[in-house]
């Protein structure tokens, strides 16, 4: 079975695919040219094959505006790779790593699907108990818990007597299922976690589950009704079948990928160093001068991790994580999270190895997606460097800034005295000292829990008003000096008591000029990339065969 992978850019003005023009000798439009740039031509039939690639991605209809549109794309290409200047982007470091992770990804997402998805079966009984449970339709109730212990206890409390409302009021911080008792309302096949929604499928109407492991932790269920379609066809099944048979591989996928990684990689074998972790974090997160002041100099010999047949130090390590991409990189904050990076690196290898072996590569398919893959990549730099080159006079940047000065404002800012304890009991009995005259400062030193804020009498100093989570709007509708509380939060207790507000106000222009240029960048890409295409546009000689474009016919693919 052929395969296309396909990869559209998302910007509307350039689309870049490699090879769509070549350079004649006598250049002139006939059937094979659909238009000349200077002294490139590009061809009919690549143009053809672009524009019939776009109608399958985008699920558009055939019609002049797209032709012309996709035209001008491939012009736009051209004068882009061949009247400017992109040494910047192709010497870029960070151009090169995005280019081998791109291509890295493309190689695997071809292993994926010719490895593992294309081997996914369904059978005639599958998608006969589908298309009954998408006639089905099941209203229940739930508890939450994000442990296997936690899901144990609550339903040993619902065998002892308890209800799922007055659980439901512990568990869920959402205010709907807090107080709705964890009722769902009705759901069919589809629309819940697989594994919920299997063993909801299985039960009576009334019964309660034990925990069930899902993605998101553990749940409990309560089936409440179940309402069946009264009459169902084989025609009606036929009908669905096919598209009952998609639905279900796509939702085998995942645990298709977990048993093929099974197959390939012992994800028990993986050792950690956690010194070498520490060491290697600290580096990751270019905290060298911090580490140098160390007693322990940072060992770039020492083991970080070592699985069957590999064994990384630090420094190799280091050099593995810097081939990630920027914006992948800097998500590796914490020792679990490099843990995770270096396991994928690793993981990654192997099955590189396995897509290299079987030279998927040099498919043609695979060799089409990768070319379109690097030119939409070399957009994604050029728009940037488009951007950042455009220059915006003051006069535009200060109309804009006066149109848009909500957008400028200096966010809301509060200061509050806080007391968090473990319980309501004292909570309760520090509010009463606190009535009874007692000073706030003093009782925070003695009892809030929270170290930093203790120290100073309870103040946490003036913080944006968001940082104050779902206490925000309480704590800014109060008045300056009034006692808030007891309030929970999360598993604590807290006493509150609002020393002073800052509110909004819009900041000078000239203090933030540059954030109203970035933002009037981001507003206005579109016209500022559409003005640097026609300055080189203005540079060239460019000829279109409209009459062309306006007559070919498609194939008709049904």
Known sequence: MKRRIFQISGIAVLVVFTGLFSCKKELKLDDQTVAIVGQYAIPFEKYKNRYQEYLDVTYQKDNLFLRLGVLRNMINE??????????????????????????????????????????????????RQAFLRLNERIAARHLYAPTEEEANRLYNLL?????????????????????????????????????????????????????IKTAQGYSIIKVEDRKRVPILTENEYL???????????????????????????????????ESGVKDLLKMVQNRTEQAGKEKQPINFNQMVVRY?????????????????????RQRIDSPEKLKAAIKGLIIKQKLLAIAHSKG??????????????????????????????????????????????WKFKNPQKINVREILVADLSSALNVKKQLLDGANFAELARRYSLRDWTARNGGLTGYAELNRFGNLKGKLWQAPVGKLIGPLKIENVYGLFRVEGKID????????IKDQVLQEYKGENQTELLRAYLQELRNKVKIQRNLPLVKSFVLENKE
């Open 78 to 127: 051209v004068l882009l790779k061949r009247y400017d200047d992109n040494s910047a982007i192709l010497e870029n470091e960070e151009f090169k790593k995005d280019w081998q992770w791109v291509k890295d990804e493309l190689l695997l997402a071809y292993l994926k699907e010719d490895d593992i998805y294309s081997k996914i079966k369904i059978s005639d009984r599958e998608a």
């Open 360 to 405: 998927y590569e040099d498919l043609p398919e695979v060799k089409h997606a990768m070319d379109n893959a690097r030119n939409n990549l070399y957009l994604k730099y050029k728009r940037k460097e488009v951007l950042a080159a455009s220059s915006v006079p003051d006069s535009a940047l200060k109309t804009y800034y006066r149109k848009n000065i």
């Open 239 to 273: 009908k669905k079948k096919g598209q009952i048979i998609r639905f279900l591989k796509v939702s085998k996928r995942k645990q298709a990928e977990k048993d093929y990684l099974k197959k390939v990689v012992d994800l028990n074998a993986f050792e950690f160093n």
């Open 504 to 511: 909004a106000q819009p900041a000078p222009f000239e203090q």
């Open 159 to 211: 065998m002892h007597g308890a209800s799922f409302d007055s659980l439901a009021r512990e568990v869920f911080t959402d205010s709907t299922l807090r107080n709705n008792g964890g009722y769902l309302g009705y759901f069919t096949w589809g629309d819940m976690d697989p594994a919920f929604e299997d063993m909801a499928y299985q039960m009576k109407v009334g019964e309660i589950s034990k925990p």
């Open 308 to 328: 069957p047949g590999l064994e990384w130090n630090v420094q190799k390590a280091l050099d593995e994580i810097k081939q990630i991409p920027a914006y992948h």
